[in-house]
């Protein structure tokens, strides 16, 4: 195993961010583990969706609120020109203004700048491997703020169902999942199909949170 961790290739990065310490701060910080490359850093959403778009990053640390294009633009616009790479919000806010539109728009995950560094890493390989990654302080808050009260009240998961969403909530990949419950990634993507209609939600953070609010994950 050791073997096979040693071969696999960097993530790689670019970093979105008007500040310019904070951007020096993180390359410094990702330049110093190996698993890391960081190819690119932009100041603003705009020029943050031309990088991306040329230099191809496994994951985009994103931050929100910049003057030169903001973060859930630049996220909403990777989305919609269908860019490989995954967003990562690493930003100081984490108020429903900000975070719904973020996870709406497309964001893998939503960290605040306060996560240790150990945290931080391996959101950002979770991320990599299309994972979700919410900050519990962020998580909170969407419990409450996705909550839709025009889904019928007796749309209630399967038990294959709850499984799948509580191993979505362990940040599991559909292949992992898949070879968890011993099913297909095609059956897995159906039963979160589903899970997704009865909770009424879009995405795989909005599912945990939803399913969190109404007790399904405890």
């Known amino acids: 195993m050791a073997d096979e961790v040693g071969t696999c290739p960097p993530v790689t990065l670019l970093?979105?961010?008007?500040?310019?310490?904070?951007?020096?701060?993180?390359?410094?910080?990702?330049a110093a583990d190996p698993g890391f490359h960081v190819?690119?850093?932009a100041s603003g959403g705009v020029e943050g969706v031309r990088?991306?778009?040329?230099?191809d990053p496994d994951v985009v640390l994103m931050d929100l609120r910049m003057p030169?294009?903001?973060?859930?633009?630049?996220?909403?616009?990777?989305?919609?020109?269908?860019?490989?790479?995954?967003?990562?919000?690493?930003?100081?806010?984490?108020t429903d203004s900000d975070t719904i539109p973020a996870i709406e728009a497309g964001?893998?995950?939503y960290l605040l700048k306060d996560a240790p560094r150990a945290d931080l890493f391996a959101a950002v390989r979770a991320a990599a491997e299309g994972r979700t990654v919410l900050s519990?302080?962020?998580?909170?808050?969407?419990?409450?703020?996705?909550?839709?009260?025009?889904?019928?009240a007796g749309e209630t998961l399967s038990a294959r169902e709850r499984e799948v969403v509580e191993l979505v909530?362990?940040?599991?990949?559909?292949?992992?999942?898949?070879r968890?419950?011993?099913?297909?990634?095609?059956?897995?993507?159906?039963?979160?199909?589903?899970?997704?209609?009865?909770?009424?939600?879009?995405?795989?953070?909005?599912?945990?949170?939803?399913?969190?609010?109404?007790g399904i994950l405890g």
């Open 15 to 30: 970093i979105v961010d008007d500040h310019p310490v904070v951007r020096d701060g993180l390359r410094g910080m990702f």
């Open 39 to 41: 190819l690119g850093e």
């Open 51 to 55: 990088l991306a778009l040329r230099l």
């Open 68 to 94: 030169a294009g903001s973060g859930v633009e630049a996220i909403a616009e990777l989305s919609r020109l269908g860019a490989r790479a995954k967003v990562l919000v690493l930003t100081t806010y984490d």
């Open 107 to 109: 964001a893998t995950g």
């Open 136 to 152: 519990p302080a962020v998580a909170s808050r969407l419990f409450s703020a996705v909550r839709k009260p025009a889904v019928p």
């Open 169 to 178: 909530a362990k940040g599991m990949s559909n292949r992992e999942i898949a």
């Open 180 to 214: 968890e419950l011993f099913i297909s990634e095609a059956t897995v993507k159906t039963h979160l199909t589903h899970l997704y209609g009865k909770l009424g939600v879009k995405d795989r953070a909005a599912a945990v949170a939803v399913a969190y609010d109404r």
